[in-house]
T-cell receptor, first 107, second 116 residues
Framework: AQRVTQPEKLLSVFKGAPVELKCNYS??????LFWYVQYSRQRLQLLLR??SRESIKGFTADLNKGETSFHLKKPFAQEEDSAMYYC?????????FGAGTRLTVKP | GAVVSQHPSWVICKSGTSVKIECRSL??????MFWYRQFPKQSLMLMAT?????????EQGVEKDKFLINHASLTLSTLTVTSAHPEDSSFYIC????????????FGQGTRLTVV
């Protein structure tokens, strides 16, 4: 069963514009949520995790249990943010990723 | 941060031969490893999950006799593509994590397999 949904496969914004990458999950337990990023020709790497409520490269993500969402946000997108973003499945032992969202930040 | 090393980075093999891809966790104990296949500009497709010392759990549609996975130690998992055919050409990625809660997975750099 699909555990995580990223409704937008492609997202394009201009530099300096706000950006929000959506992620909705379905899980009956306590979710362990992460965002991963894959820059061009690089390996996937962790961007941030919900448990630490951190801000990495200007990105934040708030866990909304009522809406079962973990949207990724950045107030001012930069060109170097262009990448593939994956919201990880909420069960850390079930690593079936969703489709991901390809973000393009135009100059 | 933790490092996962995947080897080789690329390989070309003849149709009908077998190819082994290694995935090593360099500084942590990888109790669980995951193998993915990624097509150009697409998401990762999970092929199998392996726990150290146990048989791998394959995703539906993935032939376990074709994609042999061994996870014999806490730092090494291997994927062997047996009797490779051109349609097996793809980018294969491994990831690993330990068993602590709320810890992320670490990914290898991937292996580009081309079967000619």
């Amino acid at each position: 069963a699909q555990r995580v949904t990223q409704p937008e496969k492609l997202l394009s914004v201009f530099k300096g514009a706000p950006v929000e990458l959506k992620c909705n999950y379905s899980y009956s337990g306590s979710p362990e949520l992460f965002w991963y990023v894959q820059y061009s020709r690089q390996r996937l790497q962790l961007l941030l995790r919900h448990i630490s409520r951190e801000s990495i490269k200007g990105f934040t993500a708030d866990l909304n249990k009522g809406e079962t969402s973990f949207h990724l946000k950045k107030p001012f997108a930069q060109e170097e943010d262009s990448a593939m973003y994956y919201c990880a499945p909420p069960n850390n032992n079930d690593m079936r990723f969703g489709a991901g969202t390809r973000l393009t930040v135009k100059p | 941060g933790a490092v996962v090393s995947q080897h080789p980075s690329w390989v070309i093999c003849k149709s009908g031969t077998s190819v082994k891809i290694e995935c090593r966790s360099l500084d942590f104990q990888a109790t669980t490893m995951f193998w993915y296949r990624q097509f150009p500009k697409q998401s990762l497709m999970l092929m199998a999950t392996s726990n150290e010392g146990s048989k791998a759990t394959y995703e539906q549609g993935v032939e376990k006799d074709k994609f042999l996975i061994n996870h014999a130690s806490l730092t090494l998992s291997t994927l062997t593509v047996t009797s490779a055919h051109p349609e097996d050409s793809s980018f294969y990625i491994c990831s690993a994590r330990d068993d602590r809660p709320f810890t992320e997975a670490f990914f290898g750099q991937g292996t580009r397999l081309t079967v000619v």
